[in-house]
């Protein structure tokens, strides 16, 4: 079982990182970087106590050892954080590491934002793209799976409920695909996305996201 945040920490340790992540997340970054060796700051609750100005001139302290920024599901999520992770940022040579860009978690009566809200939320402040850890983005592969692929990769089985995250990064590498129907997406969004490729609707490669099998649990 191989989590984004494992491999956020993978990909620092690759790139032979010795300083301090500023965390925008929960525990479970922070725990695969304690494995590691890699010192962060971060993690928990951070809220304004008083107003704006008085965050910005006295309580913020830049903490020059941060030389990495490491987004993921953060639900204390909050306006100091925004902006100290976008403040680090402001350094070209700080590293932007997104776990993963999933938009929202449907519950059967609301919507809990998912890391996707918050990864494009600092994107936009920051005013740079992160790297992203988790689907559809191919780091998981090229890591730990690239000779397999280049054998069969028919042998995969991609099974997810998000058809752009999951069954796209699943038909991107030539795996079989399986949307199961107890997530986020069901059948009737597959044929939305038929539809729209016959028509020549959309945008390129939305084919991508169209699996070869479905099951409804």
């Given amino acids: 079982m191989i989590s984004t945040a494992y491999l956020a920490g993978q990909y620092l340790k690759q790139k032979n990182f010795n300083k301090k992540v500023y965390i925008v997340g929960s525990s479970g970054i922070s725990r695969e970087l304690d494995a590691i060796g890699i010192k962060h700051t971060g993690v928990g609750p951070d809220v304004i106590q008083g107003t704006l100005q008085s965050l910005v001139k006295e309580e913020f302290k830049h903490d020059p050892e941060v030389g990495a920024v490491v987004v993921g599901f953060d639900e204390h999520i909050s306006f100091p954080k925004l902006m100290k992770a976008a403040s680090y940022l402001s350094d070209p040579?700080?590293?932007?590491?997104?776990?993963?860009?999933?938009e929202r978690f449907p519950m059967p009566n609301f919507v809990v934002p998912g890391t996707g809200t918050i990864v494009r939320a600092i994107e936009t402040c920051a005013e740079r793209k992160a790297v992203v850890m988790g689907k559809p983005e191919n780091y998981l592969c090229e890591i730990f799976f690239k000779e397999e692929i280049k054998r069969?990769?028919?042998?995969?089985?991609?099974?997810?409920?998000?058809?752009?995250?999951?069954?796209?990064?699943?038909?991107?590498?030539?795996?079989?695909?399986?949307?199961?129907?107890?997530?986020?997406?069901?059948?009737?969004?597959?044929?939305?996305?038929?539809?729209?490729?016959?028509?020549?609707?959309?945008?390129?490669?939305?084919?991508?996201?169209?699996?070869d099998f479905y099951i409804s649990s």
Avoid: A, C, S, Y
């Fill in 93 to 102: 040579e700080t590293l932007f590491i997104g776990t993963n860009t999933d």
């Fill in 152 to 211: 069969d990769p028919k042998k995969f089985l991609m099974v997810g409920d998000r058809l752009n995250t999951d069954i796209w990064f699943g038909n991107n590498n030539n795996f079989q695909t399986l949307l199961v129907e107890t997530g986020v997406h069901k059948i009737d969004k597959v044929q939305e996305i038929v539809d729209k490729v016959n028509n020549n609707e959309g945008e390129p490669d939305l084919e991508q996201q169209i699996p």
